[in-house]
């Protein structure tokens, strides 16, 4: 009977298969679903040195680099048929319409005093932009942050990831990632 592995088992066998043996790395890769030459990318930018500068917060995961955002964010609730408001500005905000809501993530320096919202959220940004046939890259990093008990919120864009976490569970969050 075959073995089931995770994704993380098998980015580690093909970290650890050496580059002369293509033939075995080309089956990890389709095993993973994805190319030899993007998971050779993956697998460099897993073994790069990461930059802790000042201004510069990154959290490497065994294959992303998350940057900090400054600044704290509110997630606010406003009723399904409410006009996009203005003060949903900032270096990221984020607009999603349903039938049920009008969600808006901003700069929490934003947000009216009477708006429904959760306040104290930081952003981590997956640095570089990913390419959408990158499987378990949201998966693997609220999965690891699930299994320590740290809420996450979720937002996508065309080029990348982004996640809040509460800022009481951000070191929590820098260690769990590392």
Same mark, same amino acid.
């Given at each position: /009977?075959?073995?089931? @592995? ?6 580690? /066998? ?17 095993? /993973?679903?994805?190319?030899? $030459? ?5 697998? *460099? ?28 964010? =509110?997630?606010?609730?406003? +009723? =399904?048929? $409410?006009?996009?408001?203005? %003060? ?21 320096? +934003?947000?009216?005093? +009477? ?5 104290? %959220?930081?952003? @981590?940004?997956?640095?570089?932009? @990913?390419?959408?046939? /990158?499987?378990?890259?949201? =998966? ?29 569970? @951000?070191? $929590?969050? =820098? *260690?769990?990632?590392?």
């Amino acid at each position: /009977m075959g073995k089931i @592995l995770s994704l993380d088992e098998l980015q580690k /066998m093909f970290d650890e298969t050496a580059e002369g043996s293509m033939e075995r790395r080309c089956a990890i890769a389709d095993c /993973m679903g994805i190319s030899l $030459a993007h998971a050779i990318e993956e697998s *460099e930018l897993r073994s790069e040195q990461i930059d802790h500068g000042n201004e510069d917060k990154r959290i490497a995961t065994t294959s992303y680099t998350l940057e900090v955002l400054p600044g704290t964010f =509110a997630i606010c609730r406003l +009723n =399904a048929d $409410a006009e996009v408001p203005g %003060w949903a500005t900032g270096e990221i905000s984020s607009i999603t319409r349903t039938s049920d809501e009008l969600s808006v993530v901003c700069s929490q320096d +934003n947000v009216p005093e +009477n708006i429904h919202c959760e306040p104290d %959220w930081r952003c @981590l940004r997956v640095v570089g932009k @990913l390419d959408f046939s /990158m499987v378990g890259v949201i =998966a693997s990093l609220t999965g690891t942050l699930a299994e320590v008990r740290i809420s996450v919120f979720v937002v996508s864009t065309y080029n990348t990831d982004y996640l809040l976490v509460k800022d009481a569970d @951000l070191e $929590a969050t =820098a *260690e769990s990632l590392r």
